[in-house]
């Protein structure tokens, strides 16, 4: 069970660090107009910021959940 939780964490830091490296990308794509590539487009950036945040919310909730014997008290 614990090599799931840490896969599951890991997991969920790829797609914060996945999902922030994109969303950077597309916004100096839109600033800087540099290639015509249509997953750099600016619509694509409601995505990426799903990624982030549903990435850092996996992280945090497998981070810091309650253990058993604290929900006991």
């Known amino acids: 069970m614990k090599l799931f ?3 599951l964490r890991y997991l969920g830091l790829v797609l914060f660090a996945v999902g ?3 969303s950077v990308l597309t ?3 839109w600033l ?3 290639t015509d590539v249509s997953w750099l487009h600016f ?3 409601r995505l990426y910021l ?3 945040v549903s990435g850092i ?3 945090i909730l497998i981070t810091f959940r ?3 014997d604290e929900k006991k008290e």
Do not use: E, P, Q, S
């Open 57 to 59: 919310l996996l992280y």
């Open 27 to 29: 916004l100096a794509n």
């Open 43 to 45: 619509y694509f950036i």
């Open 5 to 7: 939780l840490n896969l």
């Open 50 to 52: 799903f990624l982030v």
């Open 66 to 68: 309650r253990k058993d």
């Open 20 to 22: 922030a490296i994109l």
């Open 32 to 34: 800087f107009d540099v």
